[in-house]
């Protein structure tokens, strides 16, 4: 199993590891902006980082 790195919501992880641009975050739905934290949760998991809900 992964070892935790570190612990992080999913929309710190999407601005400083996937550098997701903050101005594409304004503009996105609701519905857009829950479909990229949970992807940014699973990636997360994936890497061993522990997820703040």
Same mark, same amino acid.
């Given at each position: 199993m992964? +070892?935790?790195k570190d612990k992080m919501?999913?929309?710190i992880y999407l601005k400083? @590891?996937?550098e997701f641009?903050?101005? +594409?975050?304004?503009?996105l739905?609701?519905?857009d902006k829950e479909w990229y934290? @949970?992807?940014a949760r699973e990636e997360m998991q994936l890497k061993g980082i522990l997820v703040e809900v």
């Open positions: 992964a +070892e935790i919501s999913a929309l400083r @590891e996937l641009p903050l101005t +594409e975050w304004k503009a739905s609701a519905e934290k @949970e992807a």
